[in-house]
T-cell receptor, first 114, second 112 residues
Framework: DSGVTQTPKHLITATGQRVTLRCSPRSGDLSVYWYQQSLDQGLQFLIQYYNGEERAKGNILERFSAQQFPDLHSELNLSSLELGDSALYFC?????????????FGPGTRLTVL | GENVEQHPSTLSVQEGDSAVIKCTYSDSASNYFPWYKQELGKGPQLIIDIRSNVGEKKDQRIAVTLNKTAKHFSLHITETQPEDSAVYFCASPGGGADGLTFGKGTHLIIQP
């Protein structure tokens, strides 16, 4: 158990809908990262937040957005969902603003878009 | 951006033998190289990492080696056990931001 929690575990929705995924980092960690894992694209970095501020963006679509709240939990919002958005979404956390001290992953949210 | 290649995609070894997984990276400014183990239905678990100021790091049966000149790093697992069966990923953040670029993964199968 990494100490990172994610809810919900599973989410089934329809095309065109909007969903919110939630992540709580390990106690004391200030950075949160979001990753998407799919069979064709593998594990891809989406976005990083550090202490409430956006720090870095990866391959995140414009339909997706994230935020980190004062209590350091983070939410990933996915809108206008398409079939291709079906994937596992992972959140990871690290101590400082650098992910080079170790990023620790949560159990993930499995999103199915029908 | 960073590009990480990982080989092989599948590796089958006899229990007790050693396993080696290799990765190459493209960004010469990269200085951090973690390895993750992912079991079915779980998130990736950080098992070992190495920074560019060292060439090798060991943790019990697991070791990672780094060759910065050739831009490749490898994971070595000795005395393999059934619980080592999983998918292993190498990663690198590149020289810029800290989001990790992952290899495609190696499915390690330990044969009894």
């Amino acid at each position: 158990d990494s100490g990172v929690t994610q809810t919900p575990k599973h989410l089934i929705t329809a095309t065109g809908q909007r969903v919110t995924l939630r992540c709580s980092p390990r106690s004391g960690d200030l950075s949160v990262y979001w990753y998407q894992q799919s069979l064709d694209q593998g594990l891809q970095f989406l976005i990083q937040y550090y202490n409430g501020e956006e720090r870095a963006k990866g391959n995140i679509l414009e339909r997706f957005s994230a935020q980190q709240f004062p209590d350091l939990h983070s939410e990933l919002n996915l809108s206008s969902l398409e079939l291709g958005d079906s994937a596992l979404y992972f959140c990871a956390s690290s101590v400082g603003d650098s992910g080079r001290a170790g990023q620790f992953f949560g159990p993930g949210t499995r999103l199915t878009v029908l | 951006g960073e590009n990480v290649e990982q080989h092989p995609s599948t590796l089958s070894v006899q229990e007790g033998d050693s396993a080696v997984i290799k990765c190459t990276y493209s960004d010469s400014a990269s200085n951090y190289f973690p390895w993750y183990k992912q079991e079915l239905g779980k998130g990736p678990q950080l098992i070992i990492d190495i920074r560019s100021n060292v060439g090798e790091k060991k943790d019990q049966r697991i070791a990672v080696t780094l060759n910065k000149t050739a831009k490749h790093f490898s994971l070595h697992i000795t005395e393999t056990q059934p619980e080592d069966s999983a998918v292993y990923f190498c990663a690198s953040p590149g020289g810029g931001a800290d989001g990790l670029t992952f290899g495609k993964g190696t499915h390690l199968i330990i044969q009894p």
